[in-house]
């Protein structure tokens, strides 16, 4: 972490408080805060930082996911329904293909669970040769760049198969993205988003997750984050709510609109 962007981490997060002020909106509540007098007394020490999930949160990647991993699947004997699959989209592949393996009875080798997370990538990369960002996505990260707002991206997506989603997202080297190999541990473990605030350098209590699975809210849950929820990879508004979601909007267009509801514009 560079001694520059902390510095000025506190300086966008002293500015947009002050402009939070003089507009009066609501406080958002801060996860593990429930003060409002604790929280303007530490005013000019508060920065807010969004961290989004990659695939069905920022691009349309999560149904090509299912029908790629119901395809390699039964390519290996393991015919699966594609909802129950869906349900799992967003684990790291690893524990994904263990929750596969208890859902057909038997165990996977550790070769058979490699066999299978490469030929879902070959598939996924046959599907979707050209990645597909949600509609408003592109817009949401540039509007955010514009005002200064700290954001970053946290994925149990691994490199090469994310870089063309970033890709077309145009996320360039100047944003925080951590993915699967950063962490020992993937989603619904905490350590992404961990590794995320870390680097760029605010507290987890401090962030707001955007997800659109279960497992990203479970995650930032444990990561004493607040989480947003959006529909666009196919999880209910009651699924996402009741895992945890502070707020749960239609897609990232409708988040771009209503950032202000987050306290993260002036
Ligand atoms: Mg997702």
């Not at 145009?170 to 605030?197: M, N």
Request: hydrophobic letters at 45%.
């Amino acid at each position: 972490m560079a001694a520059g962007k902390v510095e000025l981490s506190f300086l966008v997060g002293f500015w947009f408080q002050g402009n939070a002020f003089r507009h009066h909106p609501p406080d958002p509540p801060t996860a593990g805060e429930p003060s409002r007098l604790k929280s303007r007394a530490c005013i000019v020490r508060v920065v807010r930082a969004l961290i989004f999930d990659l695939d069905g949160t920022l691009v349309d990647t999560v149904y090509p996911h299912v029908f790629s991993w119901q395809q390699a699947l039964a390519e290996a004997g393991m015919p699966i329904d594609g909802w129950r699959i869906h349900r799992r989209i967003g684990m790291s592949g690893g524990l994904f293909a263990r929750a596969v393996a208890r859902e057909v009875g038997r165990p996977l080798s550790t070769e058979e669970t490699d066999a299978l997370q490469r030929r879902h990538a070959e598939l996924f990369d046959l599907l979707m040769p050209v990645r597909r960002p949600l509609q408003g996505a592109v817009e949401l990260l540039g509007h955010l760049r514009e005002a200064g707002v700290l954001h970053g991206i946290a994925t149990s997506g691994s490199r090469p198969l994310i870089d063309s989603s970033l890709e077309v997202l145009g996320v360039g080297a100047e944003t925080v993205v951590i993915e699967r190999g950063d962490v020992a541990r993937a989603k619904p473990e905490p350590d992404l988003f961990l590794a995320c605030a870390e680097r760029m350098g605010v507290s987890p209590k401090e962030c707001y997750v955007v997800g659109d699975a279960v497992w990203d809210l479970l995650a930032a849950r444990r990561a004493e984050m607040l989480s947003v929820g959006l529909l666009s990879g196919g999880y209910g508004e009651d699924e996402l709510a009741r895992a945890g979601a502070y707020r749960v909007y239609r897609d990232a267009a409708e988040l771009d609109e209503s950032l202000d509801e987050l306290g993260v514009l002036p």
